[in-house]
Structures are given as C-alpha cells and as structure tokens.
C-alpha cells in the first residue's frame, strides 16, 4: 500500500519536474512579418476575452503544510461519524478537514460541524460544496493552523493525520472536556489505547480503519469515601489503586473510566458511578441489593 510518506514524495518529484520542464521551454519564435503592401496589425491594440479560470481541484497526494492531502472514503466517514455516535446535540470539528466531506456530511445528518483547514484553497472548495451539498447553515470552515487553534468545544472530534501529529495533538485532546468523543482514520494515539476499533470492508478502497478514544476524567490521587479511602491512580482511561475500608484493604481490579463515568471491582464488589465537580457517586453490589456508594476528592 502507498503511504502517505510515499505519495508526499511523488508528489514533490512531480512538481520538481514540472518546474523543470518549464524552465528548459524554448522562447516563443517571433511571428513572420506580414506579406509587402499588407497593413501591420498593432499587436498592443488587438483586445480578447479573459480566459475563465478553472476551478480549484485537489489531487489525492498534494503535500500540504504538515501532511499530504488524502481524502476519507466516504463510506469511512458515515462510519466514523457513526461510531463518535454524533448527533445533532454534538459539535463536530474535523482537524485538516481537506474538502469538507466529513463536515458536510456531518452537516447532512443535521449535527453542526466545523472544518479546521490550513490551505486556503481546500478551504473555498468545501464551502463552495458544502453550498452544493444544501449544508452551509449547519457547516462552517475555517483557515487555520489546528496546532494553533482552539478546538475545545467540540463534543465530537475527527481527525485523519500521522502518528506524529496526533501525538503532538494529545495533550491538547486529554485537557478536553471529559466525554468528548475524538475519531481518527488509521493512524493511532501510540500508547493510548482505543476504546474501540472498527475495519470498513464494503464500499472503502483504502485507509479503512478507525479508532475511536472517550477523553476520560481526570481521576488519580485519593479519594475519601464514609467508610474508607479510595487511591487511584490513571493511565488514560486505566486504572489501579486500593479500597481501604475500616482496617481491610483491597487492590481494585477491572478498573476504568469511560468519559465521566468510573467502574473496578474490589473485594468482590462491582463499583459504577460517575465523576462531576470533585465527587464519584454510584451503587455497588451488597447480598445481591443495590447499594450506594461515593467519595469525594482528598484535600477537595
């Protein structure tokens, strides 16, 4: 398969060699003169018609500023959108949004949805197809540098950029609000693992895979509960810690966050609830009845 690597560097041989070609063309021969007894036009005189310009087309491969452009299947994008579960109570924001496919169809189902884009070209293009596509009240473009931009009020986040970038994009993305859905074509947040892996076989040439992470709450460091004490510590969404209840301890095992929302097991107990505002309440398992339980952050 051509990497995206691979095509940035055709590319940049291509151009090289179209600037060649040009620079070695010969100067145009002067035009004969006109035949004896014939009147000599004024060449600076003679008017035509402005050729119409051609539309902007981009071409799958064209290096942009910090990645080569290469555009989503479709059939990726509706399983990526489907995926983040979006709806139209999300905000979408698509980083290195190309030619606006991914927001105009977002746009389509209704959701709102804005394009973060670098080249100013690509820029025009969505909104002209996004004028085409009847979806120019729900999708908006913006030329920008995504490495210079606030992304922040997205609920739903989608991305299709190297390895590299999505690490250097990382902190930026776990500083966002807990629960925001982030969606990137291919390339992976490296150690941070995915909450979920989908591969599109029907209808996608390319570039079918999508990994999808839930920005989780920011829960390590010890909690005090009625009865206890809870430490966690986090790794993204993983955790590990103990429950210390009265003078027992226990290692608390099968533990995670899912957005806001906290799950382990300790001493034989299932723990769920939820983190808002410095305080986790939930219920737990106690003799088959259901049990409420919470913690409220220490030194909070």
Known sequence: MTTIRTLAAACAVSMLSLGLAM???????????????????????????????KAYEPVSGQAGKDVVWVPTDLTLVNAMLDMAKATPEDYVIDLGSG?????????????????????????????????REGAGDKATFKQADIFETDFSQATVLTLFLLPELNLRLRPTIL?????????SNTFTMENWQADQTIEVSDGCASYCRAYKWIVPAKVGGSWKMPNGELKLEQTFQMLSGTLTTGTKQAKIEEAKMTGTQIEFTADGRRYTGKVEDGRMT??????GKSQDWSATRAGG
């Open 175 to 183: 500083d966002m609000k807990p629960g925001t859905r982030v969606v």
């Open 282 to 287: 939930g219920t737990t398992e106690v003799d």
């Open 99 to 131: 030619d606006g496919r991914t927001v105009i169809t977002a746009a389509k189902r209704g959701i709102k949805a804005l394009g973060i884009e670098y080249n100013p070209d690509l820029v025009a293009l969505s909104k002209r197809n996004a004028e």
């Open 23 to 53: 620079a070695q063309t010969p100067a145009q021969t002067p035009a004969p003169a006109p035949a004896a007894g014939g009147a000599a036009k004024d060449k600076s005189m003679e008017t035509s018609a402005p050729k119409a310009e």
